[in-house]
């Protein structure tokens, strides 16, 4: 989407989410008051009661004084008996009367009550549908301006900046995001050494050789756990996956002791690298150690060679101490807008539920169709993450998404003209059924094997060097956060991105976002770099879209990408080199150290045909409750729309995890049914 209508669904959304949180308060307070009402006419009614039993039992007790006071049997003792009896009858039917109508008036109170509380509810429901109605008409009607204030620009554009365009170095930015590695544990013991990109002096990379680390098991103090090679390759219970959520995230960084915010500070805790191997312990790890390995260079030859062969930035630092989603989302638009931690379970149908996440200043991928420049973003699977991202849905429509099968077939095209392509990886078997949990993808996860994700970056690199558009092109190849890997160096402070908070729920910790997260691997590549480059810059992953807006002309999203570097400066060279490899080595044999039956990058996929909703927990775990919306957002959009609101409060029911895993299989399976039936395009169908 274009700004514009950015801006025009920014307006819709924040009227419905508006409408959506007052629709919840006024249902609560519609409860409050009713249950204050029933409440109220049943203390009453119980007092009146009470009333009543107490007054008939005094009138019973005094005529009974007064029957024993006459006992004997003359005439007129009979008579005081007799008027006695009457007297109790007459003064019984008055308090039975008298709590009658009491209780007929505390009744009749409390239904006009309920009543009152049901106009009041009423009319406040219709103001709401009012708003969404009105948003819902604005959005039409700001669309349609926008359209066509979006065609007349596109068309002055390609008439006067077309000479621009041609005259640019670097036509097709290609990015690939992987998941939840460290500098250290992916390339701290490569040894790199190479030219610095800002001195031209040679220099080496930050990195472990020569320059031992350790962590401090908490269990045995005396003990020092240094960071060492190899690692495993993949993963297998006993062991657990490393926790990197915002908490596991502040221990490794600073202690075991470390809370946020720091009382002395208030703000982030004094950072020392120090609790790795406590944050491993902490979450049931039998042997935490593990979180300390690194590894070999001949471990990862692919990333290696690239390192070696373009360049290394040995200071780029995830964008939030904390987990994958928010980091990916500064990766498209330099803010996550406030979420800090992993998605929380929705209780109210915000707009953020049914639409996805939506960014006050956009999406770098509304900057690039303000400039009318072409973008696409190819699958691994039919999970991305990026999918999660408000006006999605309608880009795939349109033919921005792409299986990653057609990559090759698509940058081959001697007609390729896009300017910006973002690569998603496989997440491999993301419904956590068996204990195989997060396998069979290429994303690098802890609990798959690297070596799919080699064999991943070894067909992307492959594919563009030998296509008609290699001299021309640039690849990033980073991953989004450190996964709780250990790295040695301390990660600076930054500026917040200075945009509004869009959804409040999800911002769990109060977190200010002036604090990068542990550092990752970042490789630049292009013909027009120098053979070992290494970049000691301070980079986050706002300097990708910084960078781009530089290339492009575009203006930045945040304040965060505003005042990021950029790494333009790494396309030093006026010609492209001839020299770069064709091809990269072939990826490590894992298969000595594989305990199932991992498929590698190019495997066909195998899901589970049925969901095992058994679990030793019923606690949805962070991760799964990030899948868990964006199955919701999938199935919400293929959903008829009869059924939307049904699938809604399906959807807000769930509340535990074999309720998220059997809804999640249900969407897989339906999403594999479409999928059946799709016939296959081919590349120029697909560029169309």
């Not at 502040?250 to 946020?260: D, E, H, I, S, W």
């Not at 040995?314 to 638009?333: C, E, K, L, M, Q």
């Not at 690039?368 to 999660?388: E, K, N, S, T, Y």
Request: hydrophobic content about 40%; charged content about 20%; proline content about 7%.
């Amino acid at each position: 989407m274009s700004s514009c209508r950015v801006r025009v669904d920014g307006t819709r959304i924040a009227c419905r989410n508006w409408a959506a949180r007052a629709t919840a308060r006024c249902d609560k307070w519609t409860a409050k008051w009713s249950q204050r009402s029933s409440r109220w006419a049943q203390q009453g009614g119980a007092r009146v009661a009470a009333w009543n039993d107490e007054r008939q039992l005094h009138c019973h007790s005094k005529a009974d004084q007064r029957w024993y006071a006459h006992s004997n049997w003359t005439l007129s003792s009979r008579l005081s008996h007799a008027l006695v009896s009457l007297s109790t009858w007459l003064a019984s039917v008055c308090y039975l009367a008298a709590s009658c109508v009491a209780r007929s008036s505390y009744w009749l109170a409390d239904r006009l009550s309920q009543a009152a509380v049901r106009i009041v509810r009423y009319g406040a429901l219709t103001l709401f549908w009012s708003v969404r109605t009105f948003a819902v008409l604005f959005s039409w009607l700001g669309h349609l301006v926008c359209a066509l204030w979006d065609n007349l620009r596109c068309v002055w554009l390609q008439a006067f900046d077309s000479r621009r365009r041609h005259a640019r170095k670097i036509k097709h930015v290609f990015v690939l995001v992987l998941e939840n590695r460290s500098f250290d544990h992916m390339l701290g013991l490569a040894g790199l050494e190479g030219i610095d990109a800002v001195t031209g002096k040679p220099t080496k990379a930050d990195d472990l050789v020569g320059n031992p680390h350790f962590n401090i098991d908490p269990v045995r103090p005396e003990g020092l756990v240094f960071a060492t090679s190899p690692a495993e390759y993949q993963f297998f219970a006993p062991d657990v996956c490393p926790g990197h959520e915002f908490h596991d995230t502040l221990t490794q960084l600073c202690g075991a002791n470390a809370v946020y915010p720091d009382p002395g500070t208030g703000g982030y805790p004094p950072i020392d690298n120090s609790g790795f191997v406590a944050s491993y312990r902490a979450i049931g790890a039998p042997a935490p150690a593990k979180i300390m390995c690194c590894y070999s260079p001949e471990q990862v030859p692919v990333l290696t060679t690239l390192a070696r062969e373009f360049a290394l930035c040995d200071r780029w630092f995830s964008s939030v101490p904390g987990p994958t989603w928010p980091n990916r989302f500064f990766i498209h638009a330099a803010s996550s807008a406030g979420l800090d931690d992993s998605p929380s379970h929705f209780e109210v149908a915000t707009a953020a539920l049914v639409e996805g996440y939506h960014f006050k200043k956009g999406t770098i991928y509304d900057r690039l169709d303000d400039r009318c420049l072409d973008w696409m973003v190819f699958m691994g699977d039919q999970l991305p993450q990026v999918f999660a991202i408000s006006g999605m849905s309608a880009a795939r429509l349109q033919g921005r998404f792409h299986d990653f099968y057609e990559f090759a077939a698509i940058v081959n095209d001697p007609d390729f003209s896009t300017s910006y392509i973002f690569i998603e990886p496989d997440y491999g078997n993301v419904l956590p059924t068996t204990p195989r949990d997060f396998t069979g993808g290429n994303s690098q996860h802890p609990l798959d094997d690297i070596v799919a994700g080699e064999r991943l970056i070894k067909q992307v690199y492959e594919t563009i060097r030998n296509s008609p558009h290699w001299h021309e092109s640039l690849l990033v190849i980073t991953h989004d956060e450190h996964g709780g890997f250990f790295d040695h160096v301390t990660p600076p402070t930054t500026v917040s991105p200075g945009d509004k908070t869009t959804a409040p729920e999800n911002n769990h910790h109060g977190f200010e976002f002036t604090q990068l997260g542990v550092r990752v691997p970042a490789v630049v590549i292009s013909p027009f770099i120098p053979r070992g480059t290494i970049d000691h810059t301070v980079y986050d992953h706002a300097s990708l879209l910084a960078t781009v807006e530089k290339m492009y002309g575009l203006k930045p999203l945040t304040r965060r990408d505003r005042e990021a570097n950029t790494f333009n400066h790494l396309l030093a060279l006026e010609t492209p080199r001839t020299d770069t490899p064709a091809t990269l080595p072939d990826v490590a044999d894992s298969s000595p150290a594989r305990k199932d039956n991992s498929r590698g990058a190019s495997s066909p996929r195998e899901v589970p045909e049925t969901a095992n909703p058994n679990s030793t927990s019923d606690h949805i775990e962070p991760m799964l409750r990030g899948f868990l919306h964006f199955s919701f957002l999938i199935d919400y959009k293929l959903a008829p729309t009869p059924a939307k609101k049904a699938l809604m409060r399906k959807f807000l029911k769930i509340s535990n995890r074999p309720d998220a895993l059997r809804y999640m299989e249900e969407v897989a399976s339906r999403v594999r049914t479409r999928m059946r039936k799709r016939k296959p395009r081919s590349a120029r169908d697909a560029i169309k």
